[in-house]
């Protein structure tokens, strides 16, 4: 018993101690000159542009649930005219940085470690090694800078066309007072810890999800499974670690940013 | 008159936890030499390679490449030494979002500061020299097994190395492209005079390219030269795969 807890101790160090270094590296790697321009480029374009319609359409939905809900819990006490508010605030501190980042991690970051398990199994990345080019720098710095610069915008986006929604939904739909729900939104933004809670948060989630999906893929024969289903397996890990991240350090953030 | 030795390993031990995979080999590989390494599956061949390109560590030991022992070296320097190496890995290992081109212009474009039309030359002339200047343009997904390979040797040869390294590069290939394929070794050394180390298991079509062979079973190495592998070189295992292969039996023990 002493010795399977001594080797789970030693296991669960290990596997930090690679963690660690392995962000180092990513960081180290993204300082490296000469900047990945085109890279960063084409994977803006894989996190950002390429998941334009899905967040704008989850948005857009969870916008208007937000109006309905909102509407007939306020209407009870009389304060319907506090949607505007409750919609801004619910969409740009919490639904829009955390949907967003869920939404993220399954359409680029499941693609991510994919990529780079399936570099890793078919020996690109040892290439990458032996030819002296440094695969942190090369591959795992563009998608990093990617994620920092895609993740706050793609957050705001969200929060912008889900206040549309609750528009759709509690204007158009339910009657609310358009003006009261414009002066709600007005109010919410004027709060001063909304919109840098909102851009914190997605920065955070951001960083996590390109960490975590490239540490998972770039760690692929760690995996007992060889091949294929170990490059399943880590894709699988890397949408599942990162979701609980996010809900972890959404309640982290939180406390701190309130 | 002094031998300068390109690859050397000095008493070099491996496990893989429980498992023991090399028990103090040594290996020595002239300059200009080409070594074969063959052995039984699981011998630890592949790993032997990873020594040399600082992809994997052995346990103990010094693993040199021209005097400079790489075992203790940081990453930095590691890629330093790098440099002098060519590798063609199994898979060939080409990218698949770049094309031929762009596959060979690789090192060139990311270790150099040439300009894009010197980058043009240098790999129009490793893709004539490997005769796929015909498929620039072409992506790894749209290539043969063969055309892999050559590929992936024109990328090895870009940079001049002075060891390129080869890990069972005719794998998955029929046999008349694993001819073309050694011919192909055989004459880019010939030209450009590197060192070649190659891991292979295609006993014994592989000894027509090698100068000195190593036999690494029983978690030990021994070297062969050229003139005694038509007996196995007094080594039972290559001597019973020598026998299987005459009898036409090797692929059912393998």
């Known amino acids: 018993m002493i010795r399977a807890l001594g080797a789970t101790t030693i296991q669960t160090l290990v596997s930090h101690g690679r963690w660690g270094i392995f962000m180092v590296q990513v960081i180290l790697g993204s300082l490296r000159m000469p900047f ?35 509407y ?24 829009g940085p955390v949907l967003a980042a869920l939404l993220l991690t399954g359409r680029a970051g499941s ?22 080019i440094d695969p942190f720098h090369y591959i795992i710095s563009p998608k990093l800078i990617a994620g920092i610069i895609s993740f706050p915008i ?6 912008l066309v889900g206040i ?41 989630f951001g960083i996590l999800m390109v960490m975590i999906c490239t540490f998972q893929g770039y760690m692929v024969y760690m995996q007992k499974a060889k091949g294929a289903i170990g490059v399943s397996k880590s894709t699988t890990s890397a949408v599942v670690f990162t979701s609980v991240n996010v809900l972890l350090w959404d309640y982290l953030l939180t406390s701190v940013l309130i | 008159m002094s031998v300068t030795i390109a690859l050397e390993l000095i008493d070099i031990y491996k496990s893989f936890g429980a498992q023991k995979v090399h028990q103090g080999i040594n290996l020595k590989i002239e300059k200009g030499r080409s070594a074969i390494v063959v052995g039984q599956s699981g011998a630890g061949k592949s790993v032997m390679l990873k ?34 190496l060519g590798v063609l ?123 000195v062979v190593a036999v690494l079973s029983n978690k030990e190495i021994q070297l062969c030269e050229k003139h005694c592998l038509g007996e196995g070189c007094g080594n039972p295992w290559l001597t019973k795969m020598l ?9 059912t023990l393998l």
Request: hydrophobic share 45%.
């Open chain 2, 89 to 211: 890995f199994q898979s060939a290992a080409l990218f698949d979002s770049l094309t031929t081109f762009e596959n060979v212009a690789l090192p060139l474009r990311e270790k150099t500061k040439m300009t894009e039309s010197q980058i043009r030359a240098s790999v129009l002339e490793k893709l004539d020299l490997v005769g796929m200047v015909d498929a620039i343009d072409k992506y790894p997904a749209n290539l043969s097994g063969g055309m892999q390979k050559r590929v992936g040797l024109a990328r090895a040869l870009q940079r001049d190395p002075d060891i390129v390294l080869f890990d069972e590069p005719t794998t998955g290939l029929d046999p008349e492209t694993t001819h073309t394929i050694y011919d192909l070794f055989a004459e880019t050394q010939k030209k450009l005079g590197y060192t070649s180390l190659i891991v292979s298991h295609d006993i014994p079509k592989v000894f027509r390219i090698a100068d």
């Open chain 2, 243 to 251: 026998k299987l292969e005459k009898a036409g039996l090797k692929g």
């Open chain 1, 72 to 95: 007939t819990t306020l209407k009870q006490f009389g304060a319907d005219s506090a949607l505007g508010l409750g919609v801004t605030i619910t969409l740009f501190s919490e639904l």
């Open chain 1, 164 to 204: 549309f929604g609750g528009y759709v939904a509690g204007v158009m739909l339910l009657g609310v007072n358009s003006g009261e729900y414009y002066s709600g939104i007005v109010r919410a933004l004027n709060n001063e810890t909304i919109i840098p809670m909102c851009f914190f948060k997605s920065l955070v």
């Open chain 1, 154 to 159: 793609l957050t705001f986006l969200f929060s």
């Open chain 1, 36 to 70: 990945k321009f085109k890279a960063c480029v084409q994977e803006i374009k894989a996190i950002g542009a390429d998941s334009l319609s899905i967040i704008v359409f989850t948005a857009l939905f969870t916008g208007m649930v937000l109006g309905l809900q909102g």
């Open chain 2, 51 to 84: 020594y040399f390109t600082g992809l994997m560590k052995p346990d103990s030991g010094s693993v040199k490449v021209f005097d400079a022992d790489i075992s203790k070296m940081s990453r930095k320097e590691l890629f330093a030494v790098r440099s002098r």
């Open chain 1, 111 to 132: 693609s991510m470690c994919a990529q780079i398990g399936v570099m890793r199994i078919s020996e690109q990345i040892d290439a990458l090694e032996t030819m002296g």
